[in-house]
């Protein structure tokens, strides 16, 4: 029998199927403020139940160690088209592979995972922010990595590649202003609405448990660089986008989403202030990076 869970992460539904007697709140704890009693409309269907599909082959797109572990995701062709992905997870202790299987929109998704295994909660998480991720572009969102605050009523997202500074510049955000708080300390979700950028709380949040189901409209991006000194650089046009892109994703080479996504970034820094910031860590950087959203 199978054990039907459904989850509403910025406003958009999905489902879960698991294996019968399997605890999802025990499996994704940081999904417990997401669940909903039925889905909507319906953004994608995880199959964790029934396994994936046989003799499935294709070409490595892309393959990446990261701190949750390795992971290959793979092009499934039939004949000179692609016709989906599988997506193999690996621990860090080098455990047994999980799998996952979606189609070229990531709306229809099987999953074969080893649930005996200590990191196949780990895997299941991770495997339904890479499906959300990609999902969501085709609904005007973007998963973005980042660290996001909130202050007086805006949310402010700090961009950057891993090991740059965006969870002490959150922090230092919050030490520094009275009320403020931290909305998502990896990946937040953003989408366009009514002609506004919003920001959403989600259940991937890193190594900071920060799993709030919340919404705020966005005030500022900045890309944070390291640097010797505190200055905010405002950008606009092209630079915006290019300051926005990197921390986005669509998969490589599957031009719909790759739309999508572009149309999306596109929205938001017409509607948002956008700004690179070279930092130290400490108080005074969020303080110039404050005014530099105001100016």
């Known amino acids: ?49 029934e396994g994936i599909p046989e003799g499935l082959g294709g070409r490595k797109l892309d393959e990446s160690d990261t701190d949750l572990g390795h992971m290959v995701l793979i092009a499934l062709e039939s004949g000179a088209d692609v016709c989906g992905y599988m997506v193999e997870l690996q621990g860090l202790a080098r455990g047994p592979v999980h799998r996952m299987y979606a189609d070229c929109l990531f709306s229809d998704i099987r999953a074969e995972l080893d649930w005996d295994s200590p990191d196949a909660g780990m895997a299941l998480c991770s495997m339904l922010r890479i499906a959300f991720s990609q999902a969501v572009l085709l609904h005007g969102g973007i998963s973005i990595h980042s660290s996001a605050v ?30 403020c708080e931290l909305v998502n300390d990896d990946n937040p979700v953003l989408r366009v609405e009514d002609d506004i950028v919003f920001v959403y709380g989600s259940p991937w949040s890193g190594k900071t448990p920060c799993y709030r189901d919340v919404k705020y409209p966005v005030g500022g991006f900045a890309r944070l660089r390291q640097s010797a000194e505190n200055r905010f650089r405002t950008c606009a046009d092209v630079d915006a986008f290019v300051a926005l892109l990197p921390s986005c994703s669509a998969v490589k080479g ?27 860590p400490d108080c005074d950087s969020a303080r110039i990076c404050m005014k530099g959203f105001k100016y």
């Open 254 to 280: 599957n031009m719909r989403l790759q739309d999508c996504l572009y149309d999306t970034i596109s929205m938001i820094c017409e509607r948002v202030p956008v700004g690179v910031m070279d930092c130290l």
């Open 150 to 179: 909130a202050l007086d009523g805006r949310a402010y997202l700090f961009l950057g590649s891993s090991g740059t500074g965006k969870s002490t510049h959150s922090a230092m955000w919050i030490c520094s202003f009275d009320g």
């Open 1 to 49: 029998m199978k054990n039907v869970k459904y989850y509403r992460v910025a406003g958009l539904d999905f489902r879960l199927l698991l294996p019968g007697g399997m605890d999802a709140d025990e499996l994704l704890p940081s999904f417990r403020n997401f669940k909903t009693m039925d889905g909507g409309s319906l953004i994608f269907s995880f199959n964790a139940a």
